[in-house]
């Protein structure tokens, strides 16, 4: 079987120190999995975790090794940012040297170093989008207009995987679970918004100034149902395409383990 970078780090010791030459377990984690580091790297690993460890681990994705590489890169470059400067611009806080992000209504902590930790739990797949989002070149505010994601710069090499991994199962999803856009709601700090052609449509802060707009317009007799994605005018601005779809698609990937367990 395969494990996660989040299954990996509950089963590391969590201290953070550094002794592997990574500046957390959870980037171990990550490393383990693209295959840069070996579990015998950690030497506070038991020997009987680390055998089963071993043995669970699988070669390295080419993807998981793509995305561990670029947080190694957001991470040292992190090191350059002032956090006092960028705060204000990107609508993050500081907190005892560090900035603090607010994503769905939780917050995520980063140092200079890249670390992250979060007031709820540690969820792999937004330290990306997050670090992009601290290091990227440009910020600007939320103009109030929404646009597809083909008309993101970069978003039309990128529509096809898009409507495939992000839109496509959403819609799926809401299908099956009539509830679910409603409990988001309640669960991610959403508000609704009026809409035409959707039954509901919900505003979203995945970070606060990258905001997403889910229109859903359910089945009707012989007309099949309708999901789209809609990002304001900023996102383009304030993070890269690459991200933008890394953090559309972890969402889904979130409400589907929600739908499934919780709701």
């Known amino acids: 079987m395969s494990l996660t970078a989040l299954e990996i780090y509950r089963k590391l010791?969590?201290?953070?120190?550094?002794?592997?030459?990574?500046?957390?377990c959870l980037a171990f984690a990550a490393a383990l999995i693209a295959g840069r580091k070996r579990v015998r790297d950690c030497p506070d690993l038991t020997p009987e975790m680390a055998s089963e460890l071993s043995a669970k681990l699988l070669p390295p994705d080419p993807m998981e090794t793509e995305q561990a590489e670029f947080v190694d890169k957001l991470q040292k470059k992190m090191s350059t940012i002032n956090f006092k400067t960028v705060a204000p611009l990107i609508g993050a806080t500081l907190k005892n040297g560090r900035?603090?992000?607010?994503?769905?209504?939780?917050?995520?902590i980063f140092d200079q170093r890249g670390n992250m930790d979060s007031e709820c739990h540690v969820i792999p797949w937004v330290q990306a989008p997050m670090l992009s989002y601290i290091t990227y070149r440009n910020h600007t505010d939320i103009t109030g207009s929404w646009i597809s994601f083909r008309e993101i710069k970069g978003g039309i090499e990128w529509q096809a995987l898009f409507t495939n991994r992000c839109e496509e199962p959403l819609r799926k999803l809401a299908d099956g679970n009539p509830d679910l856009l409603h409990d988001i709601i309640d669960?991610?700090?959403?508000?609704?918004?009026?809409?035409?052609?959707?039954?509901?449509?919900?505003?979203?802060?995945?970070?606060?100034?990258?905001?997403?707009?889910?229109?859903?317009?359910?089945?009707?007799?012989?007309l099949d149902s309708k999901l789209t994605i809609l990002f304001?005018?900023?996102?383009?601005?304030?993070?890269?395409?690459?991200?933008?779809?890394?953090?559309?698609?972890?969402?889904?990937?979130?409400?589907?383990?929600?739908?499934?367990?919780?709701?």
């Open 99 to 108: 900035i603090v992000i607010n994503s769905l209504g939780k917050d995520f």
């Open 13 to 24: 010791p969590q201290t953070n120190c550094a002794k592997c030459l990574l500046p957390s």
């Open 187 to 222: 669960l991610f700090m959403g508000k609704t918004v009026e809409w035409y052609e959707a039954d509901i449509a919900i505003i979203l802060y995945p970070l606060p100034k990258v905001p997403i707009l889910i229109c859903y317009q359910a089945p009707d007799e012989d």
């Open 232 to 263: 304001d005018e900023c996102c383009g601005v304030n993070l890269h395409i690459k991200s933008i779809f890394t953090l559309s698609h972890g969402l889904v990937k979130m409400f589907t383990r929600i739908a499934e367990h919780h709701l």
